[in-house]
């Protein structure tokens, strides 16, 4: 089964600076999705960004790029010029490609609280 | 388009009753899912459909937990003899097909369980 970990369980970041989430995960798939999404406290679960495994290009949306490297498993999120509307739970997610062991489901890591400072 | 909606967002009970909630995926969505989130933690996927076609149930979903998506468009999740373990976030999900492989899941804003 595919794991999703999430190693810093808090991070911290001033405002405008920029600050970089990890996530590695485990999987014997070739082919795969990741995903990072953002959750403000109480309120619902946005996407922030997705990236296909066989893309090599790393996906970026505006002050959001991830860091991809295949090899090492790892999907890093990089927020650069951060806003106090960015402090939320960061979660990075993984789903399998079509007939995989995994393939409806998401598989979520343990999440990364950010704090933004004015 | 919308997006997802849940119902209720709130429900408090207690342990030994049955509760309900209701799901209804942004329209043409054909994928929904259900995943349970209790605090600090990230989601749990519980079951997803395709159309009415429950097509993957987690072990978390015990003989007490159903769910269903009797014509393809909103679901429901049924919690029978509720336990204090069952207490968490219950959330919904919807994705399409017409999304380039990805599926994305567009997540609603969840119901809180307190069973007491």
């Known amino acids: 089964a595919q794991t999703v970990t999430q190693s810093q369980p808090e991070m911290s970041v001033q405002e405008a600076e920029t600050v970089t989430l990890s996530c590695t995960y485990d999987?014997?798939?070739?082919?795969?999705?990741l995903f990072w999404y953002k959750q403000p406290p109480s309120r619902q679960m946005i996407l922030v960004i997705r990236?296909?495994?066989?893309?090599?290009q790393n996906a970026t949306e505006n002050r959001f790029s991830v860091n991809f490297q295949k090899a090492a498993k790892s999907f890093s999120l990089k927020i650069s010029d951060s806003q106090l509307g960015d402090a939320a739970m960061y979660f990075c997610?993984?789903?399998?490609?079509?007939?995989?062991?995994?393939?409806?489901?998401?598989?979520f890591g343990q999440g990364t609280i950010l704090t933004v400072h004015p | 388009d919308t997006g997802v909606s849940q119902d209720p967002r709130h429900k408090i009970t207690k342990r030994g009753q049955n509760v309900t909630f209701r799901c209804d995926p942004i329209s043409e969505h054909n994928r929904l899912y259900w995943y349970r989130q209790t605090l600090g933690q990230g989601p749990e996927f519980l079951t997803y459909?395709?159309?009415?076609?429950?097509?993957?149930k987690s072990r978390l979903l015990s003989d007490r937990f159903s769910a269903e998506r009797p014509k393809g468009s909103f679901s429901t999740l049924e919690i029978q003899r509720t336990e204090q373990g069952d207490s968490a976030m219950y959330l919904c999900?919807?994705?399409?097909?017409?999304?380039?492989?990805?599926?994305?899941?567009?997540f609603g804003p969840g119901t809180r369980l307190l069973v007491l």
């Open positions: 990236q296909e495994a066989y893309k090599q």
């Open positions: 459909f395709q159309n009415e076609a429950q097509l993957e």
């Open positions: 997610a993984y789903r399998s490609p079509p007939g995989g062991t995994s393939y409806g489901k998401l598989t």
């Open positions: 999987t014997s798939e070739s082919d795969y999705y």
């Open positions: 999900a919807s994705s399409s097909h017409r999304d380039g492989g990805f599926w994305t899941q567009y």
